[in-house]
């Protein structure tokens, strides 16, 4: 596997838990747990949007 191939490897994983958070945030019942969600979201996407951008590519985290 060569670097290319790692790096959007990382950033399908990044991808994945980014909306893995996206659920936590829309099931996320008391604010604590919205708050923790919305952390963990951001980190998440941080990731993904700079291993895009090493990329130069883009996902969306919707789809």
Do not use: C, G, H, K
């Amino acid at each position: 596997m060569d670097i290319w191939e790692r790096i959007r490897y990382a950033r399908d994983q990044a991808l994945e838990a980014e909306r893995t958070e996206r659920r936590r945030l829309d099931e996320a019942d008391t604010n604590e747990l919205q708050q923790a969600a919305s952390v963990r979201l951001a980190t998440r996407q941080a990731v993904r949007e700079a291993l895009d951008d090493i990329l130069d590519e883009s996902t969306d985290p919707e789809a």
